[in-house]
């Protein structure tokens, strides 16, 4: 059951919530068996990164638990300055000296004991102001001038800022997030597809004129051609992938982390599970994915006013993006975009701001209306409450 049974008594959905407690307890071990050596013998500690992870993910529960406790509506009043905020750290994280290089991108920003990164805090701001503007929004959303242009240009200036990290992995998430929510909202799919042609040539110089990406194109395409070179960590990877089996070699006996796969703890982690735990596991961690999209859809459609539809949607297609794009990326599907597993792969801001946005996930489901049984006539008391005259909480 995943409503309010009484006015004292909150369900949150249990299945929900258990996959991403489970998928988090798992990415602790796999963060583990990936980086154990990699941090012995770069760090002097086989726990390091365990450690930064585990304490990532106690910040990530609190804010899960905050956020289930305050609520889905209240994020509505928060709505533009979280959007702000996004953007003045997506600009301080470009000045030089401030924002950390790390593999040719400026995405960081270093404190005293953590490592900031802006644009895992953008795509959930993103997706709440989202939520927030089209339900207000709602009766002219299919205006150009009201309903698409805004928003687009928000989107334009956001990506703006992430491809001058470059964080092109970002950017894609953020334009798909808006494509999303702009499509569940009612907007013209004319604007959409018209959009998408219009932005296709500006694509295409961005991967041409990069030479880095149109390395990421070649092995892509062929990365047994670039077996030592640009297609290197695919090839890796696949390697990782395949030599699992249907068991695997067993957890902590991968052979791909010790050295030969790069970024084993973070952007192939998929690989590494693959590995060692084998078909199962994998099939395992895909069962996962899919009940946190079944049951954030399901709390969505049952939301109770079109922001926690929308925030719901948004919520539950980011995490849903983000899980496809990172294995086809292992697999070899899909060019390398740098976007990390949800929950499993190592990184403190996407781990912390994915609890804290499966927490309004989680609050959305306890209000959600649930399915009546066909055969039953509702009764008064049993009508779900209507929604505000702007579709927004108050």
């Known amino acids: 059951m995943i409503a309010t049974t009484d006015r004292k008594s909150i369900s949150y959905d249990p299945m929900l919530l258990g996959s991403v407690l489970l998928l988090v307890g798992m990415g602790l071990v796999m963060v583990y068996s990936a980086s154990a050596i990699t941090s012995l013998e770069k760090m002097g500690d086989s726990f390091y990164f365990l450690k930064r992870q585990a304490i990532a993910a106690g910040i990530g529960l609190v804010a899960m638990a905050v956020a289930m406790k305050l609520g889905y509506r209240r ?23 401030l924002g950390h290089s790390a593999g040719g991108a400026r995405r960081w920003i270093r404190m005293p004991g953590i490592s900031l990164q802006p644009a895992e805090i953008t795509k959930v701001a993103w997706v709440i102001y989202l939520a927030y ?22 989107a334009g200036l956001l990506v703006v800022l992430c491809m001058a990290e470059p964080d092109f992995g970002s950017s ?31 694509a295409y110089a961005a991967i041409a004129r990069s030479e880095y990406r149109m390395k990421r194109i070649l092995a892509f395409l ?3 051609a670039h077996r030592h070179d640009v297609g290197y960590q695919v090839s890796e990877s696949l390697m990782s992938i395949g030599s699992g089996g249907l068991t695997g070699l067993g957890l902590g006996d991968g052979r791909q982390k010790l050295f030969f796969l790069p970024e084993a703890h973070t952007d192939f982690i998929f690989a590494i599970i693959g590995e060692e735990l084998g078909l199962l596991g994998v099939l395992a961690l895909v069962l996962l ?30 995490i849903g993006f983000q899980a496809i794009v990172n294995m086809s990326v292992a697999m070899g599907l899909v060019p390398t975009k740098g976007l990390t597993l949800p929950f499993i792969s190592y990184g ?16 959305i489901s306890a209000s959600a209306t649930p399915p009546r049984h066909p055969a039953r006539k509702p009764t008064r008391e049993a009508m779900p409450a209507q929604s505000p005259p702007d579709g927004v909480p108050a």
Not at 75 to 97: F, T
Not at 348 to 363: E, F, H, K, P, T
């Open 222 to 224: 062929d990365p047994w």
């Open 289 to 318: 994915y899919a009940v946190i999209i079944w049951r954030g859809i399901r709390a969505s459609l049952g939301a109770s006013e079109p922001f926690g539809t929308y925030l719901g949607l948004g919520i539950t297609s980011l």
């Open 348 to 363: 403190g801001s996407s781990l912390i701001m994915l609890m804290g946005a499966s927490g309004l996930l989680l609050s």
């Open 75 to 97: 994020m509505a009043r928060l709505a533009y300055p979280l959007l702000v905020i996004s953007i003045i750290l997506l600009v301080l994280v470009l000045i030089p000296g």
């Open 133 to 154: 503007s089209l339900a207000k929004k709602r009766e002219k959303v299919k205006s150009f001038s009201v309903g698409f242009l805004p928003h687009l240009a928000i």
């Open 172 to 202: 894609v998430a953020l334009l798909f997030l808006m494509f999303v929510l702009l499509f569940a909202a009612g907007a013209k799919l004319s604007y959409l597809v018209g959009s998408v042609l219009f932005a296709l040539p500006f």
